[in-house]
């Protein structure tokens, strides 16, 4: 199935770019940039453009909702590209959408924070590697290390004390949990940075949500915000903020 819905998404993308009966250089060139993230090797464009446009869908189904998502905001971009959104692209993009069922107020978002980084991650098969958690200030371990490991991580847990001082200790992600205080956080996370980089990661309850902001500003990329789900551990290893 995943191959299905990674050869629909290239087609809904072709469907767009028919719609106006022009296909400019750079709506090729997002298509072929599409193809290559989703890793998907078309041996003859010329055909599969004549197929989507004989077979006329009004759209090409996906499955998996988070790559449906992924698919419409794809579609969006792609009827950017050339600089305009007729009326045709409008009713396939509003078509699709309301085959995956996508609410006005959710619609609205895809457009405010329409972005292409990360587009087709929802596609991609992500690598579980190994996660160094350090275990001050966690209240509720067990269940991180439970869905962590029914992930497939391989996880070590160690004091903020242990970590600093032990130069042996390794992992490809680094998570401390965040303080009472933002304060105590923000110091927390400097010392941390200063070894971890870009492999650290904060969790934090949802009353410490607040101190996210003042996190990121100290150039923190990631935080998680409790309970951890098994997409919260596969999105730790994506190279991009979260």
């Not at 770019?17 to 993230?37: H, N, P, W, Y």
């Not at 077979?55 to 009827?79: C, N, S």
């Amino acid at each position: 199935m995943p191959a299905e819905d990674k050869l629909n998404c290239l087609k809904n993308l072709i469907a767009v770019m028919c719609c106006d009966g022009t296909i400019s250089e750079t709506e090729k060139k997002f298509l072929g940039k599409a193809a290559r993230q989703l890793e998907v090797s078309i041996e003859n464009w010329n055909a599969l453009l004549r197929q989507v446009q004989e077979e006329q869908f009004p759209v090409y189904p996906i499955h998996a909702a988070d790559k449906a998502l992924a698919t419409l905001r794809a579609m969006v971009l792609m009827a950017k590209a050339d600089k305009k959104v007729d009326e045709k692209e409008k009713v396939c993009l509003m078509q699709f959408a309301k085959s995956i069922g996508v609410t006005a107020s959710a619609w609205n978002q895809i457009i405010r924070n329409i972005d292409s980084a990360g587009l087709f991650e929802p596609f991609q098969t992500l690598s579980i590697g190994s996660i160094l958690l350090l275990r001050d200030d966690f209240e509720h371990i067990d269940i991180f290390l439970q869905t962590a490991k029914e992930q497939g991580a391989c996880v070590q847990v160690r004091s903020i004390q242990e970590y600093l001082q032990d130069a042996g200790i390794s992992a490809d992600v680094v998570c401390f949990h965040a303080a009472a205080d933002y304060t105590a956080s923000v110091n927390r996370c400097k010392t941390l940075l200063g070894k971890a980089g870009d492999k650290l990661i904060c969790l934090l309850t949802r009353w410490q949500g607040m101190q996210v902001q003042y996190l990121l500003e100290i150039g923190l990329r990631k935080c998680v915000i409790e309970p951890v789900y098994p997409r919260d551990i596969e999105k730790m290893f994506l190279r991009r903020a979260i």
